[in-house]
């Protein structure tokens, strides 16, 4: 049973970068989805970005060009590169992964693992 430890988030203006670090406890195998999820208060867990263990990512439309998802496989550690941040980013954010393709609708099936989750703090 892997274990999923985020890192790197923190208080930021709106305007500015931060970036979360997600370290598993254990090598996911060859096979695997990896994905940062983010609940802010009151609303539902929803996707941000995928990458699964050929490459491929995928990024919600908000996402689109401000955040940028990777992998260090060799270090089992995933990774997500924030800028541009707005007060609407504002949430909890928390990294998960599963041994399987990630499906193209987030879908929360896809994951065995979850980490606590990093708070992040978009200010005006």
């Known amino acids: 049973q892997a274990q999923m430890e985020e890192s790197g988030g923190g208080s930021v203006q709106a305007g500015g970068s931060l970036r979360l670090s997600c370290a598993a406890s254990?090598?996911?195998?060859?096979?695997?989805?990896m994905a940062w999820f983010r609940r802010a208060p009151g609303m539902a867990r929803e996707g941000v970005a995928t990458?699964?263990?050929?490459?491929?990512?995928s990024y919600k439309d908000f996402a689109k060009g401000r955040f940028t998802i990777s992998v260090d496989a060799a270090e089992n550690t995933l990774t997500l590169q924030m800028s541009s941040l707005r007060p609407g980013d504002t949430a909890m954010y928390y990294c998960?992964?599963?041994?399987?393709?990630?499906?193209?609708?987030?879908?929360?099936?896809?994951?065995?693992?979850w980490g606590q989750g990093t708070q992040v703090t978009v200010s005006t």
């Open positions: 990458i699964d263990s050929d490459g491929t990512t």
């Open positions: 254990e090598y996911l195998g060859s096979k695997y989805c």
């Open positions: 998960a992964a599963g041994h399987r393709y990630c499906s193209p609708d987030f879908s929360l099936d896809d994951y065995n693992y």
